[in-house]
């Protein structure tokens, strides 16, 4: 049984590395606020589990089995969010610290039954693919919403970040997942957005831009 201290390690080590699985001490340290020596320390320890692959003075590789370690935390916290907003009524921006504490229940069958409660979702509230209970995961093919053209309709189908203050902004301007967006124009001094959505027109910073993911809608019958 992994004590809480390894599954929060192993968690941010989820989110942090790169494509090639692999991330350094130090933004493993600056991620979870722990300083360097008991970070090496604990890294040491997941060599000799197995999860890592670790030389000093080289980045931190995750493994196949540290992947699904990882996989299996981050699907517990996911799921608890997604139970917690279609079960229990709560805002998709007041969630996180709730399952940031039931994510530690030891318990497949806890999990699975709420799996098996919810209709096996793909996805948690905020668009977050849920690994299933081997640990496998299926990426979205999500873009930012900077990275699309004027003219151009998408669906709002994720964000870089679930905080919630980010949700709140997006609370405020009804925005939520499925949001037909047509980009009217894109402003070249800043790369500032005119978004249509809704019925209505909001322009939208580059920094806003930057933290909406989209999937692309080929079919301009789609927005209403």
């Known amino acids: 049984m992994n004590s809480l201290t390894e599954e929060n390690y192993l968690k941010a080590l989820y ?4 494509e090639n699985d692999e991330v350094s001490v130090n933004d493993l ?3 979870l606020n722990i300083k360097m020596p008991s ?14 692959k670790y030389e000093s003075y080289k980045p931190i590789k995750l493994t196949e089995s540290g992947k699904k370690e990882a996989s299996l935390i981050v699907r517990k916290h996911r799921l608890t969010e997604m139970f917690l907003v279609e079960k229990m009524g709560f805002g998709w921006e007041n969630v996180h610290e709730i399952a940031e504490q039931l994510e530690h229940i030891h318990s497949d069958e806890f999990f699975d039954k709420m799996d098996e409660i919810l209709n096996y979702p ?14 496998n995961v299926i990426q979205p093919d999500h873009k930012k919403l900077s990275k699309c053209k004027e003219n151009q309709t998408v669906e709002l189908a994720s964000g870089t970040t679930s905080s919630e203050e980010f949700l709140n902004f997006l609370n405020k301007r009804d925005l939520s997942l499925g949001t037909k967006l047509k980009i009217l124009q894109i402003e070249g001094f800043d790369q500032s957005m005119l978004i249509a959505y809704n ?26």
């Not at 989110?15 to 790169?18: A, D, I, P, T």
């Open 15 to 18: 989110h942090l590395v790169n």
């Open 39 to 52: 970070v090496n320390s604990m890294v040491k320890k997941f060599a000799e589990k197995n999860w890592v």
């Open 29 to 31: 340290s600056r991620q």
């Open 199 to 224: 019925g209505s027109e909001e322009n939208f910073s580059k920094t806003v831009c930057e933290r909406l993911l989209v999937k692309e809608l080929f079919d301009l019958n789609t927005f209403l």
């Open 122 to 135: 793909k996805m948690d509230p905020h668009g977050e693919p849920i690994p299933d209970k081997d640990g």
